[in-house]
């Protein structure tokens, strides 16, 4: 047998874990940056220069995240079809066109959408596809969760903690939305680590990524 199961023990240890990470990450990485990213701002020089320096930070910290746990031992013991991995895009896809639906419309602002649409995406896979699921894997190498199809507790793992980090979005989204948020994104992280774990590359998340955001702004394409 290529994997083991994980037992109770190993399971609450991995959810304590993933939790606890989820947390510190929404509620004290996510704020800490955004206070920098501030500071900076008021001693940069000049308004160009000025311009993108939020999301420079945000880039240049998960790529040192990225950087500082490369993961070279999380591969699939069976293969999936390339085919068979776009069809499972659908139905996050359909998930994210709905969650879309009930998102209030703003005017279009273009760092805004840049960074939803292609920045973002990036550094959240950086974060939690790149340095998460390798910190997992590390912690619970060859441990699966006994559903089928078997998946490493990190994908599991890295998932909720993905989920968590939305958590930040309580004061900006009803909570309804949110809850519907946090459920999506949970789903969403499962799919994009099997994609992690499939490929054994980081861009076909990132791309997988993108088109999730952007198929989420459907509403802006009726007023471009």
Request: hydrophobic share 55%.
């Amino acid at each position: 047998m290529p994997f083991q199961f994980a037992d109770r023990r190993q399971i609450s240890w991995m959810l304590v874990l993933s939790i606890s990470l989820g947390i510190a990450l929404s509620f004290g990485f996510q704020p800490t940056v955004n206070e920098l990213t501030q500071a900076f701002s008021k001693v940069c020089m000049g308004p160009h220069w000025c311009l993108f320096s939020n999301e420079v930070i945000w880039f240049g910290l998960a790529f040192l995240f990225l950087i500082s746990l490369p993961n070279k031992n999380l591969s699939s013991p069976y293969t999936v079809q390339p085919n068979r991995l776009v069809w499972m895009g659908i139905l996050p896809l359909i998930i994210s066109f709905v969650f879309g639906a009930l998102k209030t419309t703003s005017p279009i602002d273009f760092r805004k959408t840049l960074w939803y649409w292609a920045l973002g995406p990036i550094v959240e896979e950086f974060i939690f596809r790149g340095w998460t699921l390798s910190f997992l894997n590390r912690i619970f190498k060859g441990k699966y969760l006994a559903f089928p199809p078997p998946l490493p507790m990190a994908i599991w793992g890295q998932a909720l903690v993905f989920s968590i980090w939305h958590l930040q979005n309580w004061e900006a989204l009803p909570f309804p939305v949110l809850v519907l948020q946090l459920f999506y994104t949970f789903m969403v992280g499962i799919w994009l680590g099997f994609y992690r774990w499939q490929t054994g590359h980081l861009w076909p998340s990132c791309l997988a990524h993108s088109l999730l955001n952007f198929s989420a702004d459907w509403k802006f394409w009726l007023v471009l």
